[in-house]
């Protein structure tokens, strides 16, 4: 599966891309070994977000492996419901239901809006379980992120 890789500068280098996705692997097959129970569609674009983050210090390219691996760890075990990324992802499906209700009461019009566009909120469903990863700018998904990091799961809804 080819996932496109959020990088902060569009000058990346082929050495460069090459070792994120090399690291993204690595972690990835770290976690796999760690939980069978979880899928892996949407780990990628996190992962590389947590690296791209992460490769903000100055750790050398072993500690920030590692520490993304257990920030990974931590966000899938933790912050979120493990069945976000399990291959029934009922936990995100509950959240997307609710996020459709919440809009209902409290947005009407937008509500009533994307029904007439015929809006599918499996969208908002991809969106929860990749965190946002793939699709926000980075200083937008920080801003997220931190959301998620201080309310648990409810702060993405």
């Not at 977000?49 to 210090?57: D, E, F, G, P, V």
Request: some cysteine; hydrophobic content about 45%; aromatic content about 8%.
């Amino acid at each position: 599966m080819q996932v496109p890789i959020p990088v902060l500068n569009a000058e990346i280098t082929v050495s460069a891309a090459t070792s994120l996705k090399t690291s993204i692997l690595r972690i990835c097959q770290a976690y796999q070994l760690r939980n069978l129970q979880v899928h892996p569609d949407t780990w990628q674009p996190i992962i590389a977000r947590l690296l791209q983050i992460a490769s903000l210090s100055d750790d050398d390219d072993d500690d920030v492996e590692e520490s993304v691996f257990w920030l990974f760890t931590a966000l899938t075990e933790t912050l979120l419901p493990l069945d976000y990324f399990q291959l029934q992802t009922v936990g995100a499906l509950i959240d997307t239901k609710l996020i459709q209700q919440l809009l209902a009461v409290r947005m009407p019009d937008l509500s009533r809006h994307l029904g007439t566009l015929k809006f599918s909120f499996t969208r908002v469903e991809e969106w929860l379980r990749s965190l946002f990863a793939g699709e926000a700018r980075f200083d937008t998904l920080c801003r997220i992120w931190d959301l998620l990091f201080a309310r648990g799961h409810v702060g993405l809804i």
